[in-house]
């Protein structure tokens, strides 16, 4: 599934929240280390029109039954 985020700051934020493993990761780092990774992933992620950030998602589940 594509994803598309419209700007940078529509993609940082959520690692900013501290849930889940990503952004847990993200604020348990010194504000410096965290200003780091932020220039290091705005730099690297590829932009599409008007500075979108076009991304590709997966989905990983597992439907069982009990019999």
């Known amino acids: ?3 598309v985020f419209k700007d940078f ?3 940082w934020h959520p690692f900013t929240l ?3 493993p990503a952004p847990g ?3 348990s ?3 410096a ?3 780091r990774l932020m220039e ?3 730099d690297s992620l590829p932009r599409g029109e008007g500075g979108t950030i076009p991304l590709k998602t997966r989905a ?3 439907k069982a039954k009990v019999r």
């Open 1 to 3: 599934m594509p994803a």
């Open 40 to 42: 290091r992933l705005r």
């Open 9 to 11: 700051e529509d993609y």
């Open 60 to 62: 990983w589940a597992v």
């Open 25 to 27: 990761y993200c604020m």
């Open 33 to 35: 280390a965290r200003q």
């Open 29 to 31: 780092l010194d504000p």
């Open 18 to 20: 501290g849930a889940g």
